[in-house]
């Protein structure tokens, strides 16, 4: 913080050699033959200091990455602009790797922390898990790893939930869902119940792939986050 000072001038006068006779008995009757004291030093103005700046961490998949279009289009991107907007000074990292599954993320959990400083992370992960059929279980372990890591460096965490396309079969669909939510209550952490709410199986907000989203698609992904964000974001300022 910047300090202003102020610098105080202090007068003293100088007792002229022919002071006039009248002013000579005014300072007799009235005792002010001392010179007067200097001015008080009021209190130096106090900067007002500026909320913190604050790192909030994308990390995910290529759902995160912004895969197929441009970077100015994808989630992080929009999600900082958005925040800027209404006054906040915050950057967003996009820490997106396209392909990755839970299992990845864990593994540069430690390189996000030290490399990035979030003070925040949104955790887009699993998609590829369930593209692939790897146990729900595996999945639930990794993300309350990475969530505990997290936490144990202070960090706040936001879980973005993912659900399966049904061609997987109403089982596993069923289990891969229910993993976020219980992972979300058991931690106690914030939760968006699905990243791609109003976007997925909607063929005009996503590109040729089917499930990817386009620019239309990640305007609402972020109009779907944001509120959750904010909560995370004003929440860590209060504390502070």
Known sequence: M?????????????????????????????????PPEPPAAQPAATARQPAPAIVIVALGNSLTAGLGVDESQSYPFLLEKKLHADGYDITVINAGVSG???????????????????????????????????????????????ITVLRDNDIDVILAGMRMPPNL???????????????SDTRRIGYIPFFLKDVAGRAHLNQ?????PNADGYKIIVDTLYPYVKTAVDNLIKQN
């Open 100 to 146: 990755e599954t839970s299992s990845g993320a864990r593994s540069r959990l430690n390189w996000v922390i030290s490399s990035l400083a979030p003070d925040i992370v949104i955790l887009e992960t699993g998609a590829n898990d369930g593209l692939r059929g790897i146990d729900p279980n595996l999945l639930r372990d990794n993300l309350n790893g990475i």
């Open 208 to 212: 040729a792939d089917g499930m990817h």
């Open 169 to 183: 079969g109403p089982d596993y669909t069923r289990a891969f869902a229910e993993v976020f939510a219980a992972v």
């Open 2 to 34: 910047d300090s202003h000072y102020r610098d105080i001038q202090h007068y003293r006068l100088r007792p002229r050699r022919h002071l006039s006779i009248a002013l000579l008995f005014f300072a007799i009757a009235t005792g002010c033959n001392q």
